[in-house]
């Protein structure tokens, strides 16, 4: 008998080997360790007997043909990581719809609707400061001015994609019919340690988190670190530091509220002189969106306070308000998780995913899988092979019953 939960193990760690050198993983999007996940996935899709494509936006996309005028039922997660992740975040998303088709295929059931498989190119935003492109392209919310942002490299997201040999001019006809869609199901490892203290192997998303995500610049006046006297000096570092404390203060404050300064550089950064600028993003992300906007609001008045008389810039970057799953779809999901033996656990998402940006379409829900010490975003993060077979089943089981 197939050990389908194994079989699923065997793929990612496949996938993780076509990653970027070093530790963990880092499969960034229109690079070519992109491109090898991409040939690797379409030849596993094309076994299963799924009809392959790679649509203008970089998702590739595995049809199961079903029924005529049944609709098609999505199924997906993205392809990338960030630099130096784990093996499951996303990719396992893609990864355990196309081994549930398998084994459906195996013990000879046909689906009741068309089913795709979604692999999407960009979730993480880390290459571009922009992210989700894959899926709304699908939901028909791509903002074109998008396709102008920079990587760390100065080359855009246009040129990227072009040179992936995609058209990004086209992404506009990607917008899928609703009425066709049946819903959109995500599975993703839970990247908290939720499941794994109730002794669950899977549990059904509530809700997505908002984020909102901030650029702060600060100039003030660098000078000699021995002579420059302590009083009146404008160092651009004290006034980054206490931002950075002020914003985990006022995450702390609030129980639903994280907030991360993940990024800081200050020059000119050397030993002995005052730092002149300080550059550092800040990061607001709740499931409710009123509390993350006020913390925003309250961030900037605080820079203002403390860069006073120094040069300040405070920009929003990216925002994403909270997403509550489909309530049936989530239902069906629950149901279909207690048939495999699980509670039904329901939780909230406090990452952020495709099916964020799919709501804008059609029914989204969400399957997480139990997650080794909550740790993800690090080359530790681990699904067991034994919790990604049970999310197969349930995976399978609703293909069968899609509503
Ligand atoms: C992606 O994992 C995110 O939530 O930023
Ligand atoms: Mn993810
Ligand atoms: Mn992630």
């Known amino acids: 008998m197939t050990d389908w939960g194994a079989r699923a193990a065997d793929l990612l760690d496949d996938l993780a080997c076509l990653s970027e050198p070093g530790a963990g993983a880092t499969r960034l999007p229109f690079t070519p360790e992109h491109r090898a996940a991409v040939e690797l996935l379409s030849d596993r899709m094309r076994q299963a007997g799924l009809t392959v494509t790679l649509d203008d936006a970089g998702t590739l996309v595995g049809r199961l043909e079903g029924p005529k005028g049944r609709g098609t039922l999505l199924m997906g997660s993205h392809q990338d990581s960030v630099r130096q992740g784990g093996a499951y975040d996303g990719i396992?998303?893609?990864?355990?719809?196309?081994?549930?088709?398998?084994?459906?295929?195996?013990?000879?059931?046909?689906?009741?609707?068309?089913?795709?498989?979604?692999?999407?190119?960009?979730?993480?935003?880390?290459?571009?400061?922009?992210?989700?492109?894959?899926?709304?392209?699908?939901?028909?919310?791509?903002?074109?001015?998008?396709?102008?942002?920079?990587?760390?490299?100065?080359?855009?997201?246009?040129?990227?994609?072009?040179?992936?040999?995609?058209?990004?001019?086209?992404?506009?006809?990607?917008?899928?019919?609703?009425?066709?869609?049946?819903?959109?199901?995500?599975t993703h490892i839970e990247q908290g340690p939720v499941l794994e203290r109730a002794g669950e192997a899977l549990g059904v998303v509530s809700a997505i988190c908002g984020i909102e995500r901030h650029s702060i610049g600060i100039v003030g006046e660098t000078g000699h670190a021995g002579t420059m006297p302590m009083e009146g000096r404008k160092d651009a570092l004290v006034a980054a530091s206490a931002i950075v404390t002020e914003v985990n203060r006022l995450a702390l404050a609030s129980d639903g509220l994280r907030g991360t300064v993940?990024?800081?550089?200050?020059?000119?950064?050397?030993?002995?002189?005052?730092?002149?600028?300080?550059?550092?993003?800040?990061?607001?992300?709740?499931?409710?969106?009123?509390?993350?906007?006020?913390?925003?609001?309250?961030?900037?008045?605080?820079?203002?306070?403390?860069?006073?008389?120094?040069?300040?810039?405070?920009?929003?970057?990216?925002?994403?308000?909270?997403?509550?799953?489909?309530?049936?779809?989530?239902?069906?999901?629950?149901?279909?998780?207690?048939?495999?033996?699980?509670?039904?656990?329901?939780?909230?998402?406090?990452?952020?995913?495709?099916?964020?940006?799919?709501?804008?379409?059609?029914?989204?829900a969400m399957l997480f899988v139990r997650c080794r010490d909550g740790m993800s975003h690090r080359p530790e993060e681990l699904a067991t092979p034994e919790d990604m077979g049970r999310a197969v089943e349930v995976l399978a089981d609703l293909v069968m019953s899609p509503g």
Do not use: W
């Open 92 to 186: 396992m998303g893609v990864v355990l719809p196309l081994i549930a088709l398998e084994k459906l295929r195996a013990e000879g059931r046909a689906t009741p609707c068309s089913v795709e498989v979604l692999a999407f190119a960009d979730e993480e935003g880390v290459r571009f400061p922009t992210a989700l492109v894959g899926s709304r392209a699908l939901a028909g919310t791509v903002d074109p001015a998008v396709l102008e942002m920079t990587d760390g490299d100065g080359v855009t997201l246009r040129a990227a994609m072009t040179a992936f040999g995609l058209e990004p001019d086209r992404i506009g006809v990607l917008k899928r019919d609703p009425a066709d869609v049946i819903g959109y199901i995500e």
């Open 262 to 364: 993940g990024s800081l550089a200050i020059g000119p950064n050397v030993v002995n002189a005052v730092p002149r600028v300080a550059r550092m993003t800040a990061e607001f992300r709740s499931a409710d969106d009123a509390e993350r906007r006020a913390a925003g609001v309250a961030l900037h008045a605080y820079a203002e306070e403390v860069c006073a008389g120094m040069e300040l810039s405070c920009e929003v970057t990216y925002q994403q308000a909270a997403q509550p799953c489909a309530a049936e779809l989530s239902e069906r999901l629950v149901a279909a998780v207690k048939r495999a033996g699980g509670q039904g656990l329901v939780l909230p998402s406090g990452a952020t995913h495709d099916a964020s940006a799919l709501a804008d379409l059609c029914p989204v």
